[in-house]
T-cell receptor, first 115, second 114 residues
Framework: RKEVEQDPGPFNVPEGATVAFNCTYS??????FFWYRQDCRKEPKLLMS???SGNEDGRFTAQLNRASQYISLLIRDSKLSDSATYLC????????????????FGQGTILTVHP | NAGVTQTPKFRVLKTGQSMTLQCAQD?????MYWYRQDPGMGLRLIYY???????DKGEVPNGYNVSRLNKREFSLRLESAAPSQTSVYFC?????????????FGPGTRLTVL
């Protein structure tokens, strides 16, 4: 089983739609959670961190369910510029309790927003 | 402030050839990373350097070596390239070493091994 699993999509939605992405992770010792965005043929960039209480950044809302080992990203009022691949990212500490920032990436979910 | 830079942007190698991918960051970050990205596989960590003078293996280190030349530079070497190493390679950096902070990525190197 992959450490971080996402539905690869693609998701094709019209402008203004609400779309949700889901992600599951296998290691219960996972400490930190993120969503990164990657445009076509570009490098990944941090979209937002995911906190236990859930957090919002404009049209984007991230949720974390530690009991179910599940992360979600909700995008409201989709824009053409939201078209990208969304990467679910998890950090796990090593046996010594440190992580050195090592991240595990999901394979990504492709979103296309059309007029 | 250029962030993370990588050279070259593209390269085609023949099986058995060697090459070094260069990475530099100007953000004074302690930690640096090398990933490869293949279709349907996501990004996979090859090697990382928590701080200057240290390097450790990631998920897929076989066939690669790294050098943390100084705080700014972290290079990845393929000694004898194989077609399975055809991929897009990303270098990243973050600060500080032991906590989890945002990773900043370079633009990538697209490598084809024939």
């Amino acid at each position: 089983r992959k450490e971080v699993e996402q539905d690869p999509g693609p998701f094709n939605v019209p402008e203004g739609a609400t779309v949700a992405f889901n992600c599951t992770y296998s290691n219960s010792a996972s400490q930190s959670f993120f969503w990164y965005r990657q445009d076509c043929r570009k490098e990944p960039k941090l979209l937002m961190s995911v906190y236990s209480s859930g957090n919002e950044d404009g049209r984007f809302t991230a949720q974390l369910n530690r009991a179910s080992q599940y992360i979600s990203l909700l995008i409201r009022d989709s824009k053409l510029s939201d078209s990208a691949t969304y990467l679910c990212v998890v950090n796990v500490a090593n046996a010594g309790g440190t992580s050195y920032g090592k991240l595990t990436f999901g394979q990504g979910t492709i979103l296309t927003v059309h007029p | 402030n250029a962030g993370v830079t990588q050279t070259p942007k593209f390269r085609v190698l023949k099986t058995g050839q060697s090459m070094t991918l260069q990475c530099a960051q100007d953000m004074n970050h302690n930690s640096m990373y090398w990933y490869r990205q293949d279709p349907g596989m996501g990004l996979r960590l090859i090697y990382y350097s928590a701080s200057e003078g240290t390097t450790d293996k990631g998920e897929v280190p076989n066939g690669y070596n790294v050098s943390r030349l100084n705080k700014r530079e972290f290079s990845l070497r393929l000694e004898s390239a194989a077609p399975s190493q055809t991929s897009v390679y990303f270098c990243a950096s973050s600060y500080p070493g032991e906590a989890v902070y945002e990773q900043f990525f370079g633009p990538g190197t697209r490598l084809t091994v024939l």
